[in-house]
């Protein structure tokens, strides 16, 4: 008792210092210091055997027809904590964009979603990112959990990838910020965010076996870069160890990744846990960094980090003193996080100000990405002719471990498919309701686009036609193409050939290609909308809010384009067999550079570019200027809204290092004017973007000469640049 006592005092002091983000920034060595601290002593009272205890989670339920743990409250992993410790168990659950209810387990397990990762990193807004993280956590925590499964970060390689919705997009600066500022969210409602899924795990085909082959130093250049900002930016308490092989060796036992850079390199002092099914050995891994295994009751082909792990340390294979860091980063990440002192306390979601929340977001995510002859806003007295994707309905989802049950329940009725991840759930949040109650006055008909015939004839007699198109990707599988899903492409084809004043609403989870693109007018790229989707997506098509989303993945003219124009495997039948379908190496010989760095490398024109993204003003800079003071470089400009009404402008500011190379994004700025209004803007450059990593010297080094920087509106842009130069040197560790 008076150990339980002693922890709560002290966690209750930690949790002071960490409130706040300026109280975070001044105080964040003393917090981790005193969660370490705190650890130690709780750890100075435990057995070798309760120790161990904290290494190992059993499923929580849900999968495959599993019941809930004695304890559990039926989610994806559960740890009870030895007796007497004064630790909290672990309730763990996914995901990154709600509170997920595996097989609908929990009779009221229901919660608000917020849209894709993508549309929260399209925003290019790091408060609104926390604000949803801590939406996420906030239900998370009155829902009993105190650790959420969500933090992804894996860059996208390719348009295809089944999980890209998760991530945040292809640029390690921009998803290291937005990624970690959800983090951030998340974790201020005293509940742990895990960073996900480290590293390389950007394909679902052969998930399970496939080693990602690349460069160690183009690796850190790029996808390590974006963990590595993630993990400076949110401060993840767990980070979780992917399935797929690196450089031939498995994530979850790769001493390079998990030691060398995570713990070594970046003095991370949180744990690592495996994702469910990626461990496979006990004393590998747990020498190569590996502190949790995640549901290894269920998920693993044994339980090893129970009794063979034990086995190990009664042998010599791995050191008493491994054991007792393993458990020191779990117990400290505990304490970090405030889960001893501020237990969940379960209770009712508040789910109009969480939706409100997730509508928040995909109002500043969504892109417009298309507005010839200024065809938006619609006119809120227009004949509107709204055409297919279920807009009557709802909003499609991303499938898989993300996915969160609708409050509500599901919109449509799919065929009642068994397999993974079943049907695709739409969120009851209809764009075409929502459209009707924006603007009572316009004469709104719908047509569900499955006849082509009657949504033509429906479009003739409209002043404008909106199309409503889904694409529906999901965990377990990669999209076998980059088209819309069914006829969509005929049907807004058509559709435009009736009406040439035609929008197109498109809800998806990757880039897709737009063979009409020059016959429609309009185009606004929603992602998926989440829960509060049907609203905002309404509000900005009648301008109540401007679109203010820029891209963060590069649309391509065509799958020819990209580092690589084939998955192989990816028309495989069965999503399970694919997972494992073959041991194939891929080989990321384009190295760093990603996206749309590859396209500026091979000077590829894209249909879209990185960063674009259009609004309902117009903006101009000027007065692009460079400052330098030691290893700090930054520039300065101004913004102008040279337009009639109030928006919001995101320049960005790219580098192009002396050596040559793709260009690189190493800044950027949010700003949001009124009509007429100007600012002059200040952007710091990230250093590590104006340097190449030395694999010999495990640094980040600033080479010498002329460096060019452009201040551009999208990763295409080049009509801004000012030269400087920098003398070569090391930067500090």
């Not at 499964?149 to 998760?166: C, I, K, S, V, Y």
């Not at 980090?305 to 117990?331: C, E, H, N, W, Y």
């Not at 990816?570 to 760093?592: C, I």
Request: proline share 6%; with cysteine; glycine share 10%.
């Amino acid at each position: 008792m008076r150990l339980s006592r002693k922890i709560c005092l002290l966690s209750a002091v930690a949790w002071g210092l960490g409130a706040g983000v300026p109280a975070q920034a001044r105080h964040a060595a003393t917090a981790s210091d005193l969660a370490d601290e705190q650890a130690r002593q709780v750890l100075a009272h435990m057995s070798l055997q309760d120790k161990m205890a904290l290494l190992f989670s059993v499923d929580g339920g849900g999968f495959n027809g599993s019941v809930a743990p004695p304890g559990g409250l039926g989610s994806a992993a559960y740890l009870r904590a030895p007796p007497g410790s004064g630790l909290p168990d672990l309730q763990i659950s996914d995901a990154g964009v709600g509170v997920r209810n595996p097989a609908h387990i929990r009779p009221n397990g229901a919660a608000v979603s917020l849209p894709s990762g993508l549309a929260t990193a399209s925003s290019w807004d790091m408060d609104m990112a926390r604000q949803a993280g801590e939406m996420i956590g906030r239900e998370a925590w009155r829902s009993g959990f105190n650790i959420l499964l969500g933090g992804g970060a894996d860059l996208t390689r390719d348009p295809r990838g089944g999980r890209n919705f998760e991530y945040a997009g292809e640029d390690p600066l921009q998803t290291g910020r937005m990624v970690g500022s959800t983090i951030a969210g998340v974790q201020s409602q005293h509940v742990i965010s895990t960073l996900k899924h480290y590293a390389m795990n950007d394909l679902e085909t052969s998930r399970m076996t496939m080693s990602a082959d690349i460069d160690p130093v183009a690796m850190r250049e790029s996808d390590l870069l974006g963990f590595e900002i993630a993990i400076e930016t949110g401060h993840p308490g767990s980070v979780m160890c992917s399935y797929n092989r690196v450089n031939d060796l498995y994530a979850c036992e790769n001493p390079y990744l998990l030691n060398t850079t995570l713990k070594q390199d970046w003095h991370y002092p949180g744990f690592v846990m495996s994702d469910w099914g990626a461990t496979h050995s006990s004393a590998r891994a747990a020498l190569a960094g590996l502190d949790q295994e995640s549901a290894g009751d269920h998920a693993d082909a044994r339980p090893y980090f129970t009794a063979l792990l034990a086995a190990d340390v009664k042998a010599g294979r791995v050191p008493a003193s491994r054991i007792d860091d393993m458990a020191q980063r779990i117990v400290r990440s505990l304490f970090a996080a405030g889960l001893v002192s501020h237990p969940p306390q379960r209770g009712p979601l508040d789910v109009v100000t969480d939706t409100l929340v997730a509508q928040h977001d995909e109002e500043e995510g969504a892109v417009l990405l298309r507005n010839e002859g200024g065809i938006l806003p619609l006119s809120p007295t227009a004949r509107i002719a709204v055409i297919g994707g279920h807009a009557d309905a709802g909003v499609i989802s991303g499938g898989g471990s993300s996915q969160v049950d609708p409050i509500g329940g599901e919109a449509v009725k799919g065929p009642g498919k068994k397999e993974w991840p079943g049907d695709p759930v739409y969120f009851p949040s209809s764009p075409l309701k929502a459209m009707r109650a924006e603007a009572p006055d316009a004469h709104i008909t719908y047509e569900s686009g499955t006849n082509i015939a009657a949504a033509v004839r429906a479009a003739r007699a409209a002043d404008v036609a909106v199309v409503y198109a889904t694409q529906f990707t999901f965990e377990g599988m990669d999209a076998p193409s980059m088209h819309l899903d069914a006829n969509a492409d005929a049907l807004i084809t058509a559709v435009a050939a009736a009406n040439p004043r035609t929008v197109v609403v498109m809800e998806t989870g990757d880039p897709v290609l737009m063979p009409w693109n020059s016959s429609v007018a309009g185009v606004l790229e929603a992602w998926f909308p989440g829960s509060g989707g049907g609203p905002a997506i309404a509000r900005l098509l009648f301008g109540k809010v401007a679109p203010s989303g820029h891209l963060t993945m590069t649309f391509p003219q065509a799958e020819s384009q990209l580092a690589h124009p084939d998955i192989a495997g990816v028309t495989a039948d069965n999503v399970f067999e694919m997972q494992f379908h073959t041991d194939q190496e891929l080989v990321y010989d384009e190295g760093s550079d990603v996206g749309y760095r590859w396209f500026d490398r091979n000077h590829l024109k894209p249909l879209y570019p990185f960063g674009y993204g259009l609004t309902y003003t117009t903006f101009s800079t000027d007065g692009l200027a460079v400052h330098k003071h030691h290893d700090t470089v930054s520039v300065t400009f101004n913004v102008h809204n040279t337009g009639n009404r109030a928006g919001v402008d995101v320049p960005q500011v790219y580098v192009g290092l002396p050596d040559g190379g793709a260009r690189r994004l190493a800044g950027w700025q949010r700003v949001s004017l009124a009509p007429g209004e100007s600012r002059e803007v200040t952007v710091q450059l990230d250093p590590r973007l104006l340097a190449h990593f030395d694999g010999r010297k495990d640094r980040w080094s600033i080479p010498s000469g002329k460096f060019r920087l452009w201040l551009a509106d999208s990763a295409a842009d080049e009509r801004q640049q000012v030269s400087m130069h920098l003398p070569g040197h090391t930067l500090a560790p």
